[in-house]
């Protein structure tokens, strides 16, 4: 295809159709990079992995090269993973302990773990130039803003923006559903994180994550395999856990018509908040007293009540309380990402509920699982074909009365509805219309 202008960014979206430069356009993807991920509030690690003073985790974040870091009084840092001498990384491994000093590998250029500036070799040879007014003496620089919420860690690349609860609204309330799952209310991180990079823009895994309308073709093998597997066995047989995951992808239309969803300010969104995949799932009574001990047993209830399909918090991760599994989604090129699939326990929890956790993700979300390859195929086959000539708008039309919609607050709508794909792409429009901080 012959290179051509990009449309401007506000060409691109429209109120039920999106321009196909959104997916595949290398000018729309760097600006992205500078303009929508450091405006919006994006999620870099879990407490959980970073448990001890000097402890840290590395990450790339919209290009960017990120540390972030437990501090002595057990609060956490998050830094540019860049030495304020030559710009060489501070550590290249994904994670590890520091001890009580960060250091540079290049020249031994050393910090405290806040960041501020400790050792420098030959530091006399420094006496008389202008290292203490030019920021490369100054220490590390911390990322715009960072937010640490039931122990999971977000930030705001750009100094100056939109406040963290502004931002993410009533969408927290599923990172609370999840959290309080556990009778003490905390989660770690359990059986590792599993990767998987596709060949595709990272938008379109986030729509698929709110598409209740693919299932019933494009996971059919899937589910009737598990439907063939199951009725062969005896009737009263205990169901095993990847059985009780798989079946629900042999539901037709009529289960999917039935979900619900909820659509929220910034692109956030609950799909499927009362009838779900994950509803009915069973629990151990003594785990039922337990929580009820901790929270009362009405919002012990009402947190196990709720299980939606998946709840986004637009833009970098989707969550499913009910097997307590999150998705992490990031964009490595404007047609290739990586989705990490993780796993939690819940504190105090039976162990089945980390069992169902990591089960699920090897069933569904591992580049080797009998579901994934499905979407992982047509995400790669939607990317190829939107390069070719023709019509060059994809359809957002269902469930639209083809009027302007504005969500300013939570607003209910169809399980099947593509307004939470427009919802999504209203908050990439608006925040990529944000002037670039410099």
């Not at 710009?87 to 001890?99: D, F, I, P, Q, V």
């Not at 030019?134 to 715009?144: A, D, E, I």
């Not at 929890?349 to 047509?378: C, G, K, Q, W």
Request: glycine fraction near 6%; charged fraction near 20%; hydrophobic fraction near 35%.
């Amino acid at each position: 295809m012959k290179h051509r202008p990009t449309p401007p960014i506000s060409s691109l979206v429209e109120s039920d159709r999106v321009h196909r430069d959104v997916y595949i356009s290398e000018d729309v993807f760097e600006q992205e990079q500078r303009r929508f991920f450091a405006a919006t509030w994006n999620f870099v690690a879990h407490a959980s992995q970073i448990p001890k003073a000097g402890d840290y985790v590395t990450l790339d974040l919209a290009g960017r090269p990120l540390l972030v870091v437990r501090q002595a009084d057990g609060s956490i840092n998050v830094f540019y993973n860049r030495c304020a001498h030559k710009g060489s990384k501070l550590y290249t491994n994904e994670s590890g302990n520091a001890g009580k000093v960060l250091q540079c590998a290049y020249h031994a250029w050393s910090y405290r773990l806040d960041g501020k500036t400790l050792g420098i070799p030959l530091r006399q040879e420094y006496a008389e130039s202008r290292l203490s007014q030019c920021k490369s003496g100054q220490g590390l620089t911390r990322v715009g803003a960072a937010e640490v919420y039931r122990d999971f860690v977000f930030v705001r690349l750009d100094e100056d923006g939109v406040g963290f609860k502004d931002y993410f609204g009533e969408s927290l309330q599923w990172l609370d559903n999840m959290a309080d799952r556990s009778p003490s209310g905390r989660l770690e991180m359990t059986g590792g994180v599993i990767r998987n990079t596709i060949r595709c823009n990272w938008k379109m895994y986030l729509e698929n994550i709110n598409d209740t309308v693919h299932p019933v073709s494009t996971h059919e093998s899937a589910g009737k395999a598990a439907k063939a597997v199951w009725e062969k066995q005896p009737q009263k047989s205990s169901m095993p856990i990847s059985v009780e995951q798989m079946l629900p992808f042999a539901s037709g239309y009529d289960f999917f018509t039935k979900m619900d969803a909820e659509v929220y300010p910034n692109g956030h969104s609950a799909l499927a908040v009362k009838l779900s995949t994950h509803t009915g799932y069973a629990y151990p009574q003594d785990y039922l007293d337990a929580l009820s001990a901790t929270h009362g047993e009405a919002h012990a209830m009402e947190v196990l009540s709720k299980a939606p399909q998946n709840s986004v918090l637009f833009p970098s991760i989707a969550v499913k309380g009910a097997p307590l599994v999150m998705r992490v989604i990031r964009p490595l090129a404007v047609d290739r990402m990586l989705i990490e699939a993780w796993s939690f326990r819940a504190e105090g929890a039976p162990e089945l509920l980390s069992e169902r956790a990591m089960t699920y993700n090897r069933l569904v979300f591992s580049p080797m699982s009998i579901v994934a390859h499905d979407d992982v195929h047509l995400f790669e086959s939607v990317q190829q074909g939107l390069q070719s000539q023709g019509n060059e708008w994809v359809s957002l039309h269902r469930g639209t009365n083809g009027q302007p919609e504005q969500v300013t607050q939570t607003m209910p709508c169809k399980g099947t509805s593509e307004l939470l794909m427009r919802n999504q792409f209203q908050a990439w429009a608006k925040y990529m219309a944000e002037p670039v901080q410099e």
